[in-house]
């Protein structure tokens, strides 16, 4: 009798959830992680750490408001330092979201659904992080909106010629666009919860958030023009944002960053990071919460072999971008790569190599993938490999450029750290709220999934 | 029957049950109804016969609103309200306006998409008849119900009601206003 029941849970090759699950059961399942009383002390002790590294984070703040960006290890000639690369970083773990979402949704790849809510609230709050550096590094953060062109008295706009401006666009353009593609989302599943939650606080938040939303097919048929026109809004914008992010380093003439390759290999390597950050994200969860039902072997599997073929473009660009600081014949391109390879960021350089090349190389193995423990390390690896890329990328370049006599080295101070785990902490604590507040699996999208969900054969005459 | 009455609702167990009197009322002649599952059915925008709306067509405007409203802005500063002669270069440089007029559109877009999707469902709309129906809430569980309204020209209380138990239904029950 148990080894029957075994076999009935486990789901087929070709099932993306585990059998056994009705609309009831899958509504409960996921519902009840939000409305309940109980906190798992997993939630209380993970969100305990963001809150910690998130003050960090106000006192760095604080102090570089105070006394300025010098707090930081920014000095010329490498100005951007930690807060560009951690920038990039953060704008990158956000793609897979938007990747999962919307190209998934517009390629019918069913498997997405049980991974789509909270992958897409990850890209909302990896851009919230990655939106604070820039604003940080500026200096004067209080005239942000300087950014933006807005009438004013002081006769000036911004320059609509420089891709730093349009990474301003690009950006808050990505961040609206995720926020509103997320929310819209949501809308069912908050009818959901508004018609299950006993306490009435709770009752009365979900019903303002829903709507009014009652399941109508007039609505559901709107609603599902809307996700398919919002994927296919969000699909060319996901692939612009690392492209013009990129563009603030090849529009520039620093060695090492001047190089048309930079956007496909970007967008490649912000959705490896993404991919391994959607990972991370999800190993620990659905063991916490028993979701391995809805967020199967599978869905690990097949996020694992996004990662390796992201990973494989990445180390394509790798080695074309050593190829062609050679081929290009000019001496301070190839003498960019040389100093990366044996300057004083050579140990940066051969560590992310091992940790964005060979490591992922593990990932070709049917048991490596299977095995969620070593996925869940191997998504680290590939996050610290990925930050450490777009370290080698900013501060290698601008540390020794085309004057040796202007070459000096980076060194972080522990603000830049604190700064940096500070957004970490920001991001683990709007994630761990979301996941205790909203549902971070879309409860009518796995709904879709069940066999239960087919209109009978009967029906079509 | 009574004038306070917005219908009558029959409750499903099954997608299958549903669409199936869906039809059956339909070819019965019923127009004025409507189809509440816990998630979009296909089938039903065919019985329905929902193909279209106007979404797309609100967000081609607004993509396009977005698209020139990005691209005047740029060749209003950059030409007429700030220009800046750069070594001669042109002040109409298009090349370097494409990724904003391209995020603008994007964003314009998106922001229609939206609210042309709020706008077309009525929503938000923080009360309807149909919420009066007791069972109603496992609408956003795991039942399926149709509701046939009083605003139907072949509406009659009784016989929708009884026309709707012949269709395996769970329960029909009247909905209040």
Known sequence: ?461 | MKEGSYGVMAEFDNPTALVNATRAAREQGYRKMDAYTPFPIEELNEVLHLHRNKLPLIVLCGGLLGGLTGYLMQYFITVIYFPINVGGRPLHSWPSYIIITFELTILFGAISAVLGLLALCGLPMPYHPVFNVPRFSAATRDRFYLCIEATDPLFDAEKTSSFLSTLEAKEVSEVAH
């Open chain 1, 1 to 461: 009798m148990a080894d029957e029941r075994q076999v009935i849970e486990q789901p087929e090759p070709h099932e993306i959830i585990a059998r056994g699950y009705t609309f009831g059961t899958v509504t409960d399942q996921i519902s009840a992680v939000v409305l309940t009383k109980r906190t798992p002390l997993f939630w209380v002790a993970t969100f305990g750490v963001g809150f910690l590294l998130l003050q960090g984070l106000l006192v760095s703040a604080v102090l570089l408001f105070g006394l300025g960006v010098g707090v930081w290890g920014i000095r010329t000639p490498v100005m951007w330092g930690f807060a560009i690369t951690n920038f990039v970083w953060w704008i990158g773990i956000g793609h897979a979201g938007t990747l999962i979402s919307a190209i998934l949704l517009l390629l019918n790849q069913k498997w997405r659904n049980s991974i789509n809510r909270f992958a897409e609230a990850m890209t909302l709050f990896a851009v919230a992080c990655a939106g604070l550096f820039p604003i940080l590094h500026m200096g004067r953060p209080w005239l942000a909106y300087w950014l933006f062109p807005y009438p004013n008295s002081m006769m000036i706009e911004p320059n609509f010629r420089s891709p730093l401006v349009w990474d301003v666009f690009a950006v808050s353009t990505y961040a609206t666009v995720s926020a509103l593609f997320w929310f819209v989302g949501l809308i069912p599943d908050l009818g959901t919860l508004r018609d299950r939650a006993k306490n009435l606080f709770a009752k009365y938040t979900y019903g303002v958030l829903a709507m009014g939303w009652r399941g109508s097919a007039k609505h559901w048929s709107i609603y599902e023009t809307a996700s398919l026109l919002l994927s296919g809004l969000a699909t060319p914008l996901v692939l612009s944002v690392h492209t013009v992010v990129s563009f603030d380093f090849t529009i520039a003439i620093v060695p090492g960053w001047h190089s048309t390759f930079f956007p496909p290999y970007f967008v490649a390597g912000a959705i490896y990071s993404g991919f391994a950050m959607v990972l991370a994200l999800a190993i620990p969860l659905r063991a916490v919460y028993g979701l391995q039902g809805l967020i199967t072997d599978r869905h690990l599997e097949n996020s694992a072999k996004v990662m390796l073929a992201t990973g494989l473009i990445v180390a394509y660009a790798y080695i074309m971008e050593t190829f062609f600081a050679w081929y290009s014949g000019s001496p301070y391109e190839a003498q960019a790569f040389w100093n990366r390879m044996t300057g004083p960021y050579a140990y940066q350089y051969w560590f992310l190599v091992t940790c964005n090349i060979v490591s992922p190389q593990l990932l070709w193995f049917k048991k490596f993938r299977k095995t969620p423990m070593l996925l869940f390390i191997s998504s680290i690896v590939v996050l610290v490999g990925m930050w450490l890329e777009r370290y080698m990328i900013i501060v290698s370049s601008l540390a020794q450029d085309y004057v040796p006599s202007s070459w000096s080295l980076f060194h972080a101070t522990r603000w830049d750290w604190a700064t940096y785990w500070g957004t970490i902490g920001l991001f683990i604590f709007l994630f761990f709220l979301f996941v205790r507040l909203l549902p971070m699996i879309s409860i009518f999208e796995v709904r879709t999934l069940l066999p239960q969900a087919k209109v009978g054969e009967e029906v079509k005459r």
